[in-house]
């Protein structure tokens, strides 16, 4: 496939004269063919053509819609190294985890064709009538149904498993909604090939070209333009927080004003707890160390505060870190304006108020981001909020506490947490179990003795939280419950099977409904 | 029970001096007892007692909690009389039609009961681990919890089933939620008598007091100062659109923004097919006027248009929908406010520019509201949006149509609906099989040959629509499917058995679990 620098819009290539172009990530470089800027104009075509194909992608049997997902994955495998090459030189990551990152996007998008065939996600429910009740009780069946065509943001961090084919756009898809893609200006390349792959899937499967469409560009107004368009029904992103905020900001102040599910940003604290630390504090150090840096720190759950209380294991775990910095390289960032924001962002950490250096890693030429982790009394902490602020990149500091007290202190006053960690021994259960009820109130997933890097694709991964961790905690952007936000009930009262959709009729079996209450699978 | 003018903080009955009265919705004339209004440090009071009280409520085994909804409802029953008698003095609403709500808001309760001990609605999935697969596969187990305490507004139309312990506070209850109630002050004996009853629950539960507040009072500050009191998580609301538009934009100003359920209007369309209207136009007109004139009209599904195609039938549906009207009486309605507000936008209605009047409901003096039928051509209905207005009250208006094309472009272009009718014949339903995606599109129920008033409070319910019928269409707020408001996700990574919810241990059963992607019950 042969990247043209065009935007996608409901199956057409489309673009006059380039404007933009990639960036080499390592360089700072542009590089490569020039990209055309999607206009206004480029927006309300593809989100005319997604609501009139959203009828139709609405009302394919759900076994044509998984099969559709199937082949969207189909064609992403077929891309091979060209994807990969391509996206190694936009984002500075390596061919393994950009490999690995194929193998979860390609995952992803079968688990929700599985998904879809299980079709639980529905929620059928069927009350039968009783004319014999006072007043008559009707017959009401109940199913959930697509919001309508849904904006996707691509992220920059993760450009393909939360990118054009990423996971807001594999649940919308298995949810049967039509998506417009707003592509992330770092990987245009990237996206166009991933946005190639889909657009043949649609075609292949002869679904109306409006089910899908990748505007790309790198004016902020492409986004607010596509967010406010009547047109579209809800809203995923990852990314920023003030891009998040912007993005509620515009979506509320709509006429209709629609959901934002936008996952911005999260510090994901980690606590010690005494008895492991006491046991474990050099292999807890290495660890950490392997987390806050796995990726150049590019993940929104990396590990950016560890608490514990101020004893000698908390000062063997300071040295031993310190140590495994040291053995840190710097690794490339993402681009150049990631770069710059981390630098700024851990020169502002180092430069507050009761920050101790803890270590560094090795030096980080160019665009690579230099690794390095900080201490300060939870007092301190507790006395300036921005140690919350979060720094992309690989970036932590270690608050010390007086006791556990204070450490339930400091993750009560916490902001909302995508995810929160517990390192334990058998002797910290009592204390872990008083602290679970706070854990619970600030984070979308509790990790027991792991890091927080690392976010399965499955049926019970909470990959949200609490604002500003998420702009809804209310839902997950990764695993299956994801398909929940691109959702809405419809209730069908006295409705002749004749007219009613077939999983609601009361002969359909091999789905998970709730009929009089109980459930029957 | 006696009325004492006080509202209810955390278990205790407070009030300086009242300064505000309940009006007989007859006569408008104020009666009784002074009620106290209550200010800044009630809520600031109510929401820190909330917050207290959350992590021990939400504690509760289910059966207990389920146990508290049940005592909350015989508490209810036990008011009798004193309830009814002071509800039909203040609301002017009959005597049948306030104990059949009665029995309508403790059948909720119980239905809420019965909820929490199903389970289901904790959405229970368990993903094994599967340390062999690369990377190692974690254990992950995922549950619903708590949003934390809620705000509930009282409705002036329901003022027992959409008021204090109405459908918010009991699915706010079953979620696990404490409550703070802003009870409306067109009834606020009525709300008195219930804050007691279930604060006696509260107490003979042995709970917290800060598990339920009721505050009152007249200023619209009083609801902005409790939506925007950090310790809220959610708000539940029945009014009027600028009721419900205010408080969104309150919720979405907060440092952390909540989400908000407000109900606030809909004009529930309702289409008569040719073939049914051609052999049953008089009984439609009939039980058209019957739904119309219910209550004073003051449900929120009240039929406010009818859509049919120009015929002789339809001609025929208009005159005998003038014979009904001139049976019905005039009607007390709620408050002298809903009352002057009902006389203007009807008056509104009458002086549009294609409104024909078609009949009249009898005299109806003082605060009475006189039924009132008008007709339309749709072409003079597409001219001017603002026929959409919902006139609260039994006022209504007929859409006629050119053809079935006329009418699918109608309902295209309308706002969201909480519900939408169609009465058809057999030789309808090919028609009417087209019409659905455009129905399903509008609204949150679709009611096949009946009429939209009368809710049930079940399972398959949706009480719910897309704005403005609602301020979140992914929602109902009547029916079991309502505590999902109250709910987000939280999974738990590789946790100790020791520390984990029992639901979630390995042997746990009884409740509709998805274990390893297979839902078992």
């Known amino acids: 496939m042969t990247i043209t620098g065009e935007n996608f819009v409901a199956g057409e290539r489309r673009g006059s004269a380039g404007t933009w172009h990639a960036h080499a990530a390592a360089s700072g470089e542009p590089f490569g063919e020039a990209f055309a800027a999607a206009g206004a104009g480029d927006v309300a075509d593809a989100c005319a053509a997604a609501a009139s194909a959203q009828p139709v992608y609405a009302a394919l049997p759900l076994s044509e819609r998984a099969a559709f997902l199937r082949l969207v994955a189909e064609k992403i495998d077929e891309l091979g190294a060209t994807l990969t090459q391509r996206a190694m030189k936009e984002t500075g990551l390596p061919e393994a985890r950009l490999n690995g990152e194929r193998g979860r996007t390609v995952g992803q998008l079968r688990l929700f064709a599985d998904e879809v065939e299980n079709g639980a996600w529905q929620q059928l429910r069927i009350d039968h009538a009783d004319p014999a009740r006072t007043p008559p009780k009707p017959d009401l069946r109940l199913r959930m149904v697509p919001l309508g065509p849904v904006a996707v943001f691509g992220a920059s961090n993760f450009p393909l498993a939360f990118s054009v084919a990423g996971g807001d756009t594999a649940s919308a898809f298995a949810a049967g909604c039509c998506v417009v893609v707003k592509g992330h200006p770092a990987h245009p390349g990237t996206s166009e090939l991933v946005a190639g792959a889909i657009t043949e899937a649609v075609a292949e499967a002869g679904l109306p070209g409006g089910v899908f469409s990748l505007l790309g560009g790198t004016e902020h107004t492409l986004g607010e333009t596509l967010v406010t368009d009547p047109r579209i029904a809800a809203v995923g992103f990852t990314g920023s927080r003030g891009g998040g905020l912007a993005l509620m900001r515009h979506a509320a102040a709509r006429a209709v004003p629609i959901p934002v599910y936008a996952e911005m940003s999260s510090v994901n604290p980690v606590t010690l707890m005494p008895a492991r630390l006491e046991e474990a504090a050099e292999d807890l150090a290495r660890a950490y ?70 270590g560094l890693g090795g030096e980080a030429p160019g665009t690579c981001g230099r690794a390095q982790v900080y201490s300060v009394s939870a007092d301190a902490f507790l006395a300036d909020e921005d140690f919350e602020e979060e720094v992309f990149g690989p970036a932590s500091i270690v608050v010390r506490c007086a006791d556990l007290d204070q450490v339930a202190a400091v993750l009560s006053g916490m902001e909302g947490q995508l995810t929160t960690t517990l390192h334990m021994a058998e002797a910290d259960h009592e204390a872990a179990a008083a602290l679970l009820p706070v854990l619970e109130k600030l984070a979308g997933r509790i990790i027991a003795n792991g890091w927080p890097t690392g976010v399965d694709v499955t049926h019970a991964m909470v990959h949200g939280g609490p604002f500003p961790a998420t702009s809804d905690g209310r839902t997950t952007s990764v695993g299956t419950l994801a398909i929940e936000r691109f959702l809405r009930p419809v209730s069908y009262q006295d409705m002749p099977e004749a007219l009613l959709p077939g999983a609601l009729h009361d002969g359909a079996s091999g789905t998970l409904r709730r009929i009089d209450g109980t459930y029957e699978t």
Chains 1, 2 share one sequence.
Not at 333 to 347: D, F, V
Request: charged content about 15%; glycine content about 12%.
């Open 289 to 358: 160390v392997g987390s806050l840096s796995l990726g150049a720190g590019q993940f929104c759950t990396n590990p950016g505060i560890v608490l514990a209380v101020e004893s000698d294991a908390l000062t063997r775990f300071l040295i031993a870190a310190k140590d495994a910095l040291a053995d840190v390289g710097g690794q490339t960032m993402l681009t150049t304006g990631i770069h710059k924001a981390y630098t700024e962002g851990a020169e502002r950490l180092a430069a507050r108020s009761g920050a101790e250096l803890v």
